[in-house]
């Protein structure tokens, strides 16, 4: 049996390091598009040691929860950081999760980083944990990030409206879903 879950051809799927990755973490902290295409809350900087405490906290949770689990996407050729990649609120009874997955840097979206990713965790997702339906949370003025999930088969299931204020303007929240058999169709 040789299936590769955390490795593809341009990037892996590792351990978030606190200590290590920190610091990077923290500069996109500082780019209010970053902040405001990942997280509905007000987009502030972190310091590095912020961010670590963060990761830090996170990780004990998800070892105490066991419904979390958290990658650094970084790439192959050089083992820089250029994401993140997490399947939270795990319902092990519902074999249901929540998909967040983010590219840190506008220069390394749209190489192909987040297209593999989603690939690899959707595949963690339904073959090794075994559960039925993934889902994920996009904001309305982030058309691209609809368009990406739709491509891989995520339909939009709710439409929470003005759910969201940003920069005097009220967008609606989108919850998308891909159910497994809906995967093995697009896989």
């Known amino acids: 049996m040789d299936i590769q879950l955390f490795e593809g051809e341009l990037i892996r799927l590792a ?3 606190p200590e290590k990755d920190a610091e ?3 500069k996109w902290t500082h780019d209010p598009e970053y902040l405001r295409l990942t997280d509905a809350d007000p987009a502030r ?3 590095p040691g912020q961010v670590k405490k963060k990761l830090e906290d996170q990780d004990k949770e998800a070892e105490k929860a066991r419904n979390q689990f958290h990658f650094a996407i970084r790439t192959k ?11 939270f609120w795990i319902q092990w009874t519902h074999g249901a999760a929540t ?3 983010s590219i840190g840097q506008p220069e390394d979206r749209g190489r192909g980083y987040g297209r593999e990713t989603l690939k690899m965790i959707l595949r963690y997702a339904f073959d090794e944990l075994n559960l039925h339906r993934v889902g994920a949370m996009v904001f309305e003025y982030n058309p691209r990030a ?10 939009i299931e709710v439409r929470r409206r003005q759910a969201i204020q940003r920069d005097g303007r009220r967008w609606d929240i989108l919850m998308l879903g891909l159910l497994r058999d809906e995967w093995k169709l697009e896989a």
């Not at 820089?80 to 399947?87: F, T």
């Not at 609809?146 to 339909?155: A, M």
């Open 77 to 87: 050729a050089d083992d820089r950081l250029v994401g993140l990649a997490s399947l």
């Open 15 to 17: 351990l978030i390091d």
């Open 45 to 47: 900087p972190l310091a």
């Open 99 to 101: 998909l967040r997955l």
């Open 146 to 155: 609809v368009k990406f999930l739709e491509q891989t088969g995520f339909v």
């Open 24 to 26: 990077t973490i923290s």
